[in-house]
């Protein structure tokens, strides 16, 4: 079955850096664009990143356009997302999430998330 | 051109029908298909409906989508306690360039 986990959460301070991974199991990785998704605490959904499945087309939102960066490898069946300048309001937890064709703008599986923390 | 959720709460009795929807613009709903995410507290997001008014395999047919221009709405008929969570909408936005998802609503069973 489908299965997606993340990791790498953590508290980390202002203007420090992170690195999230989402191991992915149960179908073809290369074959899939992938997404993170993130809710701020009692806040709503947010999309943060995608990339295709070749992993050369990537989009992100204005909010962390320059700070963010979403990476694949499609041999070990991981996605990354690498945040630096990290700023308070990135505070939210993660989930990496799958599109199951190119342009099909949707979302079929989702991880079960991890929690980043930006805090002095 | 953000996507508003309204209401942002709704609540019914078992067995009864409750539906939200979501205002957005030709950017968005207009000119793309429009998905619906179930979320009950401290839980991922799950895949509800896609392409407008689909059913993944496993959904109970009490869901139903439809879009109509710049709206898209999701009814759920048959109310049942396992059915109280928050829900989202979901859409592409082409001037953006941007994935949007709508403010959320929050469905309560009496």
């Known amino acids: 079955q489908v299965q997606l986990v993340e990791s790498g959460g953590h508290v980390v301070q202002p203007g420090r850096s992170l690195r999230l991974s989402c191991a992915a199991s149960?179908?073809?990785?290369?074959?899939?664009?992938m997404h993170w998704v993130r809710q701020a605490p009692g806040k709503g959904l947010e999309w943060v990143a995608s990339?295709?499945?070749?992993?050369?087309?990537?989009y992100y939102p204005d909010s962390v356009k320059g700070r963010f960066t979403i990476s694949r490898d499609n041999f070990k069946n991981t996605l990354y997302l690498q945040m630096s300048s990290l700023r308070a309001e990135d505070t939210a937890v993660y989930y990496c999430?799958?599109?199951?064709?190119?342009?099909?703008?949707?979302?079929?599986?989702w991880g079960q998330g991890t929690l980043v923390t930006v805090s002095s | 051109q953000s996507v508003l959720t309204r209401p942002p709460s709704a609540s019914g009795t078992p067995g009864q029908r409750v539906t939200i929807s979501c205002s957005g613009s030709?950017?968005?709903?207009?000119?793309?298909?429009v998905s619906w995410y179930q979320q009950v507290p401290g839980t991922a997001p799950k895949l509800l409906i896609y392409?407008?008014?689909q059913r993944p395999s496993g959904v109970p047919d009490r869901f139903s989508g439809s879009k109509s221009g710049t709206s898209a709405s999701l009814a759920i008929s048959g109310l049942q306690s396992e059915d109280e969570a928050d829900y989202y909408c979901?859409?592409?936005?082409?001037?953006?360039?941007?994935?949007?998802f709508g403010t959320g609503a929050k469905v309560t069973v009496l």
């Open positions: 999430a799958r599109e199951p064709s190119r342009h099909s703008r949707y979302f079929d599986y």
């Open positions: 149960g179908f073809s990785f290369s074959s899939y664009g």
């Open positions: 990339v295709w499945d070749d992993g050369n087309t990537k």
């Open positions: 030709n950017s968005n709903i207009g000119s793309n298909t």
């Open positions: 392409s407008n008014d």
């Open positions: 979901a859409t592409w936005d082409a001037s953006l360039n941007a994935y949007v």
